[in-house]
C-alpha cells in the first residue's frame, strides 16, 4: 500500500489549503485514515482522523477550523484547513491504517509528508 499526499505549500495567516492524499497497491480494506503533522524537535500529533463509517476525531487546537472527509471509492482522505495559524506550520503526514483480511490487526501506512507554511 502506498500513500501520496497533496496539496501542502504556503499561505498568509487566515488563509486555507485542502490536503489530499490516496492510497494505491494491493488494497484489502482500509477502516481510519488521518493526518498527522510534525515540527522540528516535536512528536508527531494528531491532526484528525476519519473512519470507513465517517466517524471522526480532531486534535484540540484544529477543532472548528479544520474538517477531514474521505471517499471511500478511491481510497481517499481530504483535509480542508481554513484560518490557518503561523502555529499550524508543520509537514503533515496522511496516515491509513490497512487490514490484509478480515482476521489481521491493521497495518499502519504513512505517506511522504507534505510541508505547510502558514506566514504571519
Not at 477543532?63 to 482522505?77: H, L, P, Q
Request: proline share 3%; net charge positive.
Amino acid at each position: 500500500v502506498q500513500l501520496q499526499a497533496s496539496g501542502g505549500g504556503l499561505v498568509q495567516a487566515g488563509g486555507s489549503l485542502r490536503l489530499s492524499c490516496s492510497a494505491s497497491g494491493s488494497i484489502f480494506s482500509i477502516n481510519a485514515m488521518g493526518w498527522y503533522r510534525q515540527t522540528p524537535g516535536k512528536q508527531r500529533e494528531l491532526v484528525a482522523s476519519i473512519y470507513r463509517d465517517g466517524d471522526t476525531r480532531y486534535g484540540d487546537s484544529v477543532k472548528g477550523r479544520f474538517t477531514i472527509s474521505r471517499d471511500n471509492s478511491k481510497n481517499a482522505v481530504y483535509l480542508q484547513m481554513n484560518s490557518l495559524k503561523p502555529e499550524d506550520t508543520a509537514v503533515y503526514y496522511c496516515k491509513a491504517v490497512h487490514h490484509a483480511d478480515p482476521w489481521t490487526p491493521g497495518y499502519d501506512y504513512w505517506g511522504q509528508g507534505t510541508l505547510v507554511t502558514v506566514s504571519s
